[in-house]
């Protein structure tokens, strides 16, 4: 749950699970549909990364790339009208760990 994948093997994919990135300028999708296996409950990003919450993980985008590059899986588990706490400055990434 919350691991990016590129095929969704049952069906069609509920529209809170995809996530698309479109160019500002031409308004023309920068790649193919992103899925995820729950639901998407928060998305924060800055100039190196993009967060992606999900009720039980987190999964970490390169900005530039959009490929991901971790995982975040010791993370408090959320529920559905209450995500993973999580925020991001310049150069710092913080979240709120399981272990309390």
């Not at 999708?29 to 919450?53: E, G, H, M």
């Not at 995982?71 to 979240?95: H, K, L, Q, S, T």
């Amino acid at each position: 749950v919350g691991e990016p994948y590129e095929s969704e093997a049952s069906g069609s994919p509920s529209a809170a699970t995809v996530m698309s990135f479109h160019s500002l300028r031409s308004n023309k999708p920068c790649r193919d549909q992103t899925f995820f296996k729950s639901s998407i409950l928060d998305v924060q990003s800055n100039a190196r990364i993009v967060a992606v919450a999900t009720l039980d993980k987190i999964s970490v985008l390169n900005a530039s790339t959009l490929e991901g590059t971790a995982i975040v899986r010791d993370c408090y588990v959320g529920e559905a009208d209450m995500p993973n706490p999580m925020a991001m400055g310049d150069r710092w990434f913080a979240y709120q760990s399981r272990k309390y």
